[in-house]
């Protein structure tokens, strides 16, 4: 992210991690939010949706079959990782495992990000960014729903890194995200449209692909069928399974057509497809304003992140944990190029939607429902203003180069 820093980059010797008491403070602090959570880990230990990831894992083993438990919409790689953990752990026991692997992945992210970034920002905008951080709610949530988002968004992240450098292993990073949860399906397209980075998306795709017929083999071979092993006749089982109107209309999924279901437009077929016409036309206006940049693959990151769980009916309000990129590089951007005060405010209001939801902790305590259903309707619109919120940000922008240009072209005609 440093190509940003321009003159307000600031000096590592200039901080005051020069001196090693204080550098290990900055080291430690990510885990410090880590360990935060442990007390609350040891006391609300529920498997949550591993357990039922746990129970269509069984069903994988013993008939090949993970769609006969109701709530399965996993892939057939996933199918086969939770048949395997099923097969060789109790259900408590992988719990824990799952549990503690969340919240090491969570320190190890947060851990990476902002050491890269200690040096290259002033040290309150630092210690500022890494506490919204640790108290960020769909953070917190989608460790304790027991759901692997944080692990998807760290190899997913991870590849992106090594675009460029090792073009293979950063393929085979995003292509394992893919295969397990495409949370971030857009993530490799986008990669596709730039030369620099298309070999690592191809590898990507290819790396889904292999993986994913791995894990149909695996159905096939429990199941003793091989019509269990087509991927078309999945993804129609899939279908089925993720377009259940009491999945889709429910206030605690967040995706647009589940918004459009609770304002009365039934889902169909034909919905689906206008939806994701939308967003693919927000990332093709996105691409189309980022198209000068040299290096814009944090930028590819973040919109992934932000847009891929839109094309689906099915986006649970612990999918907010996403948006969290597209806040940090807004954050370090609006910084380092001086954003005028009302787009941090609404950068901050954007913030502060993703902070009203805490389940499944607050149906632990009991948090009356009519509250759960204001905060729940609320929430689900930080999405969409931070998509406004980028698409504003960009145009500043691009008047800011356009004015710098003219300002600069009677200098150089003199």
């Given amino acids: 992210m440093d190509r940003y820093g321009g003159s307000r980059s600031v000096d590592r010797a200039a901080l005051p991690a020069a001196t090693e008491r204080t550098r290990k403070l900055?080291?430690?602090?990510?885990l410090v939010a880590v360990l935060a959570l442990v007390p609350v880990a040891v006391r609300f230990h529920d498997p949550m949706d591993f357990g039922l990831a746990f129970q269509a894992g069984q069903q994988a083993w013993s008939s090949g079959h993970p769609e006969r438990i109701a709530t399965w919409s996993g892939t057939p790689f996933y199918a086969m990782v939770m048949g395997l953990i099923a097969r060789a752990w109790p259900l408590e026991a992988a719990a824990v495992g799952m549990l503690v692997v969340n919240l090491l992945v969570r320190g190890g992210l947060m851990l990476w990000v902002w050491n890269r970034l200690r040096g290259q920002v002033p040290t309150p905008w630092w210690w500022g960014t890494?506490?919204?951080?640790?108290?960020?709610?769909?953070?917190?949530?989608?460790?304790?729903?027991?759901?692997?988002?944080?692990?998807?968004?760290?190899?997913?992240?991870?590849?992106?890194?090594?675009?460029?450098?090792?073009?293979?292993?950063?393929?085979?990073?995003?292509?394992?995200?893919?295969?397990?949860?495409?949370?971030?399906?857009?993530?490799?397209?986008?990669?596709?449209?730039?030369r620099e980075t298309r070999r690592a998306a191809l590898w990507s795709i290819v790396a889904a692909a292999l993986l994913t017929a791995i894990g149909l083999g695996f159905?096939?071979?429990r199941a003793g069928d091989l019509s269990v092993g087509s991927p078309i006749v999945y993804a129609a089982r899939f279908m089925t399974v993720v377009g259940r109107p009491g999945s889709v209309c429910v206030i605690q999924n967040y995706s647009p057509t589940a918004l459009l279901c609770r304002f009365g437009v039934p889902s169909s077929t034909a919905l689906t497809i206008l939806i994701n016409v939308v967003v693919l036309g927000v990332a093709g206006l996105l691409a189309y304003q980022l198209r000068d940049a040299r290096d814009v693959r944090w930028e590819v990151f973040a919109a992934a992140s932000l847009l891929s769980p839109m094309l689906g009916p099915i986006g649970w309000a612990a999918y907010q944990v996403l948006l969290a990129p597209l806040m940090l590089l807004l954050a370090y951007q609006f910084w380092v190029e001086r954003a005028p005060a009302f787009l941090w405010a609404n950068l901050g209001f954007v913030f502060l939607l993703t902070m009203l939801i805490w389940d499944p902790l607050e149906s632990r305590f009991n948090v009356p429902v009519i509250l759960l259903i204001v905060t729940y309707t609320v929430g689900q619109f930080a999405q969409y203003f931070l998509i406004l919120l980028w698409v504003q940000w960009l145009r500043v922008r691009s008047v800011k180069a356009m004015r710098l240009a003219t300002a600069g072209r009677p200098a150089q005609a003199g």
């Fill in 130 to 194: 890494l506490a919204a951080a640790a108290v960020l709610a769909p953070g917190i949530a989608t460790i304790f729903w027991m759901q692997p988002n944080v692990i998807l968004l760290a190899l997913a992240l991870g590849g992106v890194v090594l675009v460029g450098r090792h073009d293979r292993s950063a393929g085979m990073l995003i292509g394992l995200m893919l295969a397990i949860k495409p949370v971030l399906v857009l993530l490799p397209f986008a990669l596709l449209l730039r």
């Fill in 219 to 221: 159905l096939a071979w």
């Fill in 26 to 30: 900055f080291l430690l602090a990510p």
